[in-house]
């Protein structure tokens, strides 16, 4: 078995590990929250802490992989946006619910596990450069689209101060933002991490990738299928072909190193995660669309994202 084939049955034989133990009633689906709560808010911001830290970051802002990255964020966002309103009827609400959807790759649950497990350290470095960036770029698309097609603001403009304050203030309470920040301001002082301290992040982010898997799979299944299927299908086709081919196209056009082309390819064609959902939950509408798309992505991907590896690894080296 290729490296490549035994990662993608590692990262997604983890996830049905974690269904079949909450469909056998193994674990209860509170046990899920409990560690997806436990991954996102103590593993991963320190497997992040730990990664920004001790990272070589030697050439500087890396505009060209942004640029490959959220231009296909962007295409995706927008093919799904139109597609949901004028194809399938459903207002702009639901038609945000839907672009968020196309364009939020689960990087966390499912992105780290498989960029360490395919590319290694390295490969994980340049996630963290997309990663560093995504939660703010995507919190503040969706936090303005939600005062634009909300209609909120005095007189029926934008509170531009208020959209800034809710902006800073959800972002400066993530964990992940306070990982990634703690980890480059440790870096900038040059300092040592102490052996004991080294020892506790690392008992602590070693369980990340595993336990996020795991978490994921269990977590499904308090999501599952309902109502009309067609729109999360299309959803799902833009996120796993789309994305990734414009992703491709983009990482040849900005002329990105070959590891990172392959990451940014990778990390496009995965499938949208439960941050999507919980968008739909707060804008109040397309609950049922963000938990289709996930659920039935999240099992195409299997396919779909070790397909997309091997044609980054065919077309990049």
């Known amino acids: 078995m290729s490296p490549v084939a035994e990662t993608i049955g590692?990262?997604?034989?983890?996830?049905a590990l974690g269904?079949?133990?909450?469909?056998?009633?193994?674990l209860k689906a509170q046990t899920g929250d409990a560690l997806t709560d436990f991954a996102?808010?103590?593993?991963?911001?320190?497997?992040?802490?730990?990664?920004?830290?001790?990272?070589?970051?030697?050439?500087?802002?890396?505009?060209?992989?942004?640029?490959?990255?959220?231009?296909?964020?962007?295409?995706?966002w927008l093919t799904a946006q139109f597609s949901v309103i004028y194809i399938f009827g459903r207002d702009e609400r639901a038609g945000v619910v839907a672009g968020v959807t196309a364009a939020f790759s689960n990087q966390l649950l499912l992105g780290v596990p498989l960029i360490l497990g395919a590319f290694g350290q390295s490969g994980f470095e340049v996630l963290s450069l997309i990663l560093s960036v995504h939660?703010?770029?995507?919190?503040?698309?969706?936090?303005?689209?939600l005062v634009l097609v909300g209609g909120k603001g005095k007189g029926g403009g934008i509170d531009f101060v208020g959209l800034l304050r809710q902006f800073l203030s959800t972002m400066l309470v993530n964990p992940l933002i306070i990982g990634i920040l703690a980890g480059l301001f440790w870096r900038l002082t040059s300092l040592e991490t102490p052996s004991l301290a080294g020892r506790l992040i690392d008992s602590l982010a070693n369980l990340a990738g595993p336990l996020a898997l795991f978490a994921m799979?269990?977590?499904?299944?308090?999501?599952?299928?309902?109502?009309h299927l067609s729109p999360a299908v299309v959803l799902v086709a833009v996120k796993l072909v789309l994305m990734p081919a414009v992703a491709l196209a983009m990482a040849m056009l900005f002329g990105l190193s070959p590891l990172a082309a392959k990451v940014t390819v990778a990390v496009a064609s995965l499938p949208s995660g439960v941050n999507t959902y919980l968008i739909a939950a707060r804008f109040g509408t397309g609950q049922a669309l963000a938990s289709n798309a996930m659920t039935i992505g999240t099992v195409c991907a299997f396919l779909t994202t070790g397909t997309w590896l091997a044609i980054a690894q065919w077309v990049f080296g």
Request: charged share 5%.
């Open 10 to 15: 590692f990262v997604f034989g983890l996830v």
């Open 19 to 26: 269904y079949v133990a909450g469909w056998a009633g193994l």
């Open 40 to 76: 996102v808010t103590i593993a991963l911001p320190l497997l992040l802490f730990r990664t920004m830290a001790g990272a070589d970051f030697h050439d500087g802002v890396p505009w060209s992989l942004w640029g490959a990255y959220f231009s296909s964020g962007a295409i995706a």
């Open 135 to 145: 939660l703010p770029t995507m919190t503040a698309a969706t936090i303005i689209l």
């Open 217 to 227: 799979g269990l977590g499904l299944r308090k999501f599952g299928l309902s109502g």
